[in-house]
């Protein structure tokens, strides 16, 4: 051991006072949030709207469906997820234009029978 004490050459460590002259302003510390990504991905059209009109105006049972997958876009968007999200944002632009269609055919059939009864 007192080998290793020669060998490294110990010299007390002498503290120096502040030197006031300096101008030293200090930033407060900001508190570790994580970084967001540069980019953000880009948001697959999820027509929300579009699925609540075709499921209270056109037809039930298709626009409850559009709507389920409206809300199934909206989370694959907010997991990142892009495949999922287009996949599910195609087949809810089929099932409204279904339902928008049935709820079209319907109005025609109903006026027609309206205004052409006796």
Same mark, same amino acid.
């Given at each position: 051991m007192a080998e290793l004490s020669k060998s490294i050459d110990l010299q007390p460590i002498i503290s120096q006072p502040p030197n006031h002259d300096l101008d030293v302003s200090f930033q407060p510390v900001s508190p570790g949030y994580p970084e967001l990504p540069t980019t953000i991905p880009s948001q697959v059209t999820d027509y929300l709207p579009l699925s609540l009109f075709t499921m209270v105006y056109c037809c039930f049972p298709i626009g409850l469906f559009a709507f $389920?997958?409206?809300?199934?876009?909206?989370? *694959?968007?907010?997991? =990142?997820?892009? /495949?999922?999200?287009?996949?599910?944002?195609? $087949?809810?632009?089929?099932?409204?234009?279904? *339902?928008?269609?049935? =709820?079209?055919? /319907?109005?025609?059939?109903?006026?027609?029978?309206?205004?052409?009864s006796p």
């Open positions: $389920l997958y409206s809300m199934r876009v909206r989370e *694959a968007n907010l997991l =990142g997820d892009q /495949t999922r999200a287009q996949r599910a944002s195609r $087949l809810v632009c089929v099932l409204n234009a279904l *339902a928008i269609t049935f =709820g079209l055919i /319907t109005l025609l059939a109903i006026l027609l029978l309206v205004f052409l």
